[in-house]
């Protein structure tokens, strides 16, 4: 991922990019991106910026105005902080942290530094996630009555240590993968009253597959299932349906066209969307909202918190087999 936000910032002309970090040399040399669920393969060359493999030299020695954090899941707080002390608005990927605390911790470092901070939950910026949403929240097909979302993937063997597959570093596919999809289904429908939840255990030690039917008082029918305990060579899958009153709309990343939407009354329609990926468009946004242009937030640290509240949540209810509150 932090190649990816290189080639993002890459494509803005009104980005520098001054340095990178990486405690591990050898990716500090560039070369082949390690693919696993992006597509693009590219030559990297890094020789246009400083290289450090100490983080705290590098905030020191940098006059930085926006730091990119990318390592894995469970440093998020710390460099995150880190950089939020250091002055610079900070673009973390997600989850944001492991826990509800370390959340609370750098939003307060970001109200104190009076700094942006955004979680990557690209998602919400994907061109068919966020058609949808526009097509939902218009109100043009009625009401939502039944959406089903799903993402699953084969065991990741890519991660720096195979730090996907610990879950004590990524809190295991749940709290990676398939927080994707609980934290669009709260975009699209607020957060849910509570959860009822079925995971299985997998190669993190944790729950690498779950289910989840999602509470709403409004006679909604909405859930989603995913992980990572797919066989090699299974190809990524991520899709939806979602049945309103007067329309269905369908994805799903494998198909083309990806998005349809069939009319109760004619159809199928395909919805013209937006250009560029989640990647793109979420630093596109960053970038833009530092520069002081007013736009709706899409995602803000409030949501990513509840995003890690919403996963806990699905946690506490697969081991205690019983429906669990969000609070």
């Not at 991922?1 to 990178?20: D, F, K």
């Not at 959340?103 to 700094?115: G, H, L, V, Y």
């Not at 993937?153 to 879950?167: D, E, F, K, R, T």
Request: glycine fraction near 8%; charge should be neutral.
């Amino acid at each position: 991922m932090g190649r990816q936000h290189l080639e993002c910032y890459r494509r803005l002309p009104s980005v520098s990019v001054a340095a990178i970090c990486d405690g591990d040399k050898a990716r500090l040399r560039g070369g082949k991106v390690i693919k696993g669920n992006i597509t693009d393969e590219a030559f990297l060359d890094l020789g246009d910026v400083a290289l450090y493999t100490d983080y705290e030299k590098m905030l020191a020695k940098e006059q930085l105005d926006v730091v990119s954090i990318t390592v894995p899941t469970y440093m998020h707080h710390d460099y995150a902080i880190k950089a939020l002390d250091a002055g610079a608005h900070v673009l973390s990927e997600k989850p944001m942290a492991m826990n509800v605390e370390h959340c609370e911790d750098m939003i307060a470092a970001a109200k104190t530094n009076k700094r942006i901070l955004q979680i990557g939950h690209c998602i919400r910026f994907w061109p068919e996630y966020a058609k949808t949403k526009q097509i939902i929240d218009s109100g043009k097909y009625g009401r939502v009555m039944v959406a089903s979302f799903r993402r699953i993937s084969a065991v990741p063997g890519w991660s720096w240590h195979n730090w996907l597959i610990h879950a004590k570093q990524s809190g295991g596919a749940i709290m990676d993968l398939h927080i994707h999809d609980a934290d669009f289904i709260q975009y699209l429908f607020g957060l849910p009253e509570a959860v009822r939840s079925e995971g299985a255990i997998g190669p993190s030690g944790g729950y690498d597959y779950v289910t989840t039917q999602y509470v709403y008082n409004n006679n909604s029918v909405v859930s989603a299932e995913g992980g990572f305990v797919i066989s090699p060579g299974f190809q990524f899958e991520m899709s939806f349906v979602i049945s309103l009153e007067k329309a269905t709309i369908v994805y799903d990343c494998r198909r083309k066209p990806t998005l349809q939407v069939y009319l109760v009354k004619g159809g199928p329609v395909t919805p013209e969307i937006e250009p560029g990926d989640g990647y793109s468009r979420e630093t596109t946004h960053f970038i833009a909202r530092i520069g002081g242009k007013k736009l709706p937030i899409v995602i803000s640290p409030l949501d990513s918190l509840n995003a890690i509240k919403i996963i806990l949540a699905e946690k506490q209810s697969a081991e205690s087999k019983k429906e669990v509150a969000i609070r």
